[in-house]
């Protein structure tokens, strides 16, 4: 039988018309057999180049097409991870990456294009992140070579007790207020911008936040993920004239595609300009949440702003196969990190579990990883306060034989609910920068939950926090309120380093999700090898631990959701809305073994940075 011969590009270019279709896609095929397109035309997309309608207002939501593969790599990276030498900054919005690259191009540290960098965030996303939030840093000086800590997450208003609450209907039984103004702690943000410019960097605000003030005169274009989650907090919006007033137009969120404007936060920002800090803490910015305060029946005062301070605070720690990953301490959540990764180490010789050898394709990979976090979130929401009012025994908590004991009440057969349950939500921003001094800076801050209490500083543009609904009312938690404590916190920004050296600067932020993700994507770089981007790009799981409640992404939920429900997983349907959003930037020296260092007065680092960004948020790394 004559094998048929395919036509050349050649010929079929010369064929043209109906003859070239059948010839190159064959007489069988279904776009051969079709129907000849008839003299009224084709049908086009009501939504041409995705702008949205009135009828339409999300086209990506209604694009069926399957996704290309990487011609390199592993198939399922969405982006190569950018390399750079002289700097580089990796975030969730691309036009605040590009204001901490400004900053590093014009001499500028790790230090300034984080504050830089974060300022942007708390425009373009101030849902989830503002002035009126908290703030956290890790940061590698390459002077000293340590990895330094910066607590700035505020307290409670000097009138905060519980009978301060009990008075105003709130109980154990009903706990904190989540939105409103007794939910809103005093912002610790632009202290710890502040403390950070003061102690690593060498620029102010009055050069590290114009990028932020250009941006909010001239406006910035809505996103798919910025307008959705904009949308999500309508109602609380409309709740206050000063947000609805802000935040929303006609009433709603911007659109899609929109041009947004908040003169008012660029008043804000222009004022930390003139006056430093000192505007927010105890100048004019500082009387209007003041004012405002008062006129909603809230107890926050002037002292309450002037006395707090953010603090530097020792980093804690543990080693993970000859990697140590950084955490800050307490009431900050990321302890639980490294005790699900102490468990973890003790997988092959506690349970002859290797992780490496299951592979993320095995449904009891999964399992383990689920079931180390249950025991690490137990021993979180048993001990975790402010370690100035209770005690937390991170020494026992990070110790091997806790790992060990934990890691023996793991059934590899079976799951088991959580023992102390606890919830929380997210609203927050990760940024991660490094300069070409050989300086990293892992950076989070945040309004808590999105736009926070929903209460806006009337002029200054920027909605307080709501960080103070995870305080507890009962008696017996190391989490009960009292006058200027810090609330449970879940920012956790995460440095890597290896006989000291820095080799990862890192977040994930969402909420309950960081700690459990922070394990996972350590997992797939030290365990199964992946790079930086990869590392993201994987699934990911998220275990809630107040219901007991599983949620994979769609693709490993159809892989491992079976299997793991038979082990007594309670699985939702699969979803990535809370699994949160995660930017690393990785550092390799040219010659293994070197300190990071510049290579001249005006040199590049010596070595390479690595970064990465996840898909799941509207997010980019640029470098120089």
């Not at 190159?24 to 051969?32: D, K, T």
């Not at 100048?283 to 301070?309: C, N, P, Q, W, Y």
């Not at 709501?466 to 404590?485: C, E, Q, T, Y």
Request: hydrophobic residues 40%; glycine residues 10%.
């Amino acid at each position: 039988m004559d094998t048929p011969v395919r036509p050349s590009r050649r010929d079929l270019f010369k064929a043209g018309g109906a003859a070239l279709a059948v010839a190159a896609l064959g007489e069988g095929s279904p776009a051969a057999a079709a129907e000849p397109v008839t003299a009224t035309g084709p049908t086009l997309s009501p939504t041409p180049f995705g702008i949205p309608t009135a009828a339409i207002p999300e086209p990506g939501a209604a694009i069926t097409a399957v996704r290309g593969d990487r011609p390199a790599g592993w198939g399922g990276q969405t982006r190569a991870e950018v390399v750079a030498r002289n700097g580089v900054v990796a975030t969730s919005q691309p036009v605040a990456a590009q204001a901490g690259l400004r900053i590093l191009a014009e001499g500028g540290t790790s230090a300034d294009a984080a504050v830089a960098t974060a300022a942007v965030l708390g425009l373009v996303e101030e849902g989830s992140a503002s002035i009126g939030g908290d703030s956290f840093a890790l940061h590698y000086s390459a002077a000293d070579r340590r990895v330094h800590g910066l607590n700035s997450s505020g307290w409670a208003p000097a009138a905060w007790t519980p009978e301060y609450f009990r008075a105003r209907g709130r109980t154990a039984a009903n706990g904190m207020p989540y939105t409103g103004i007794d939910s809103a702690t005093v912002p610790g943000a632009v202290e710890g911008w502040d403390q950070l410019l003061k102690r690593f960097g060498r620029k102010r605000f009055d050069v590290v936040l114009q990028p932020a003030v250009e941006l909010a005169t001239q406006g910035f274009g809505l996103t798919e993920r910025i307008h959705h989650d904009w949308g999500g907090a309508v109602e609380l919006l409309r709740e206050d004239p000063d947000s609805a007033r802000t935040f929303l137009v006609d009433g709603n969120a911007p659109p899609l595609y929109g041009i947004f404007r908040n003169p008012d936060l660029a008043r804000a920002y222009r004022a930390l300009q003139r006056q430093g800090q000192d505007a927010f803490y105890r100048g004019e910015i500082a009387r209007a949440i003041v004012a405002k305060s008062r006129r909603l029946g809230g107890a926050m005062t002037v002292d309450d702003l002037a006395a707090f301070h953010a603090e530097w605070v020792e980093p804690i720690s543990v080693d993970y196969h000859g990697y140590r990953m950084h955490q800050l301490p307490p009431a900050n959540q990321g302890f639980a990190a490294l005790i699900m990764l102490n468990v973890i180490k003790q997988f092959v010789p506690v349970l002859g579990c290797d992780l490496a050898k299951l592979g993320p394709r095995s449904p009891l990979f999964w399992h383990l990883l689920i079931e180390a976090k249950k025991l690490a979130y137990d021993d979180l929401n048993r001990y975790n306060g402010d370690p100035r009012f209770v005690p937390v025994p991170l020494d026992m908590l990070l110790s091997d034989a806790h790992a060990v004991e934990l890691c023996r009440r793991i059934d590899p057969a079976r799951a088991h609910p959580p023992q102390v349950p606890g919830a929380v939500n997210s609203g927050t921003v990760y940024l991660t920068t490094a300069d070409r001094w050989g300086n990293m800076t892992s950076f989070i801050y945040s309004n808590f939950d999105t736009f926070g209490s929903g209460v806006t500083v009337p002029g200054y543009g920027f909605p307080l926090q709501n960080r103070g609904a995870l305080f507890n009312l009962d008696p017996a938690s190391p989490n009960i309120v009292a006058p200027r404590k810090r609330p449970f916190h879940t920012l956790m920004p995460a440095f890597v380093t290896h006989d000291g050296r820095p080799v990862l600067s890192f977040g994930n932020m969402g909420g309950s999700e960081q700690a459990q993700a922070q394990a996972l994507e350590m997992v797939n770089m030290v365990n199964l090898g992946m790079n930086p981007q990869a590392a993201t790009d994987a699934a990911r799981f998220h275990h809630d631990h107040f219901h007991d409640r599983l949620v994979l992404e769609r693709e490993l939920h159809e892989l491992v959701g079976a299997p793991l429900a038979a082990m007594g997983h309670h699985l939702l349907p699969p979803s990535s809305s809370s699994m949160g959003g995660y930017q690393a930037i990785a550092f390799t020296p040219e010659r293994a073994g070197d300190w990071p260092a510049p290579t001249g007065a005006n040199g590049p680092v010596n070595g390479i940075y690595r970064a990465a960004s996840d898909h799941r948020k509207d997010g980019a790394a640029a470098g120089w």
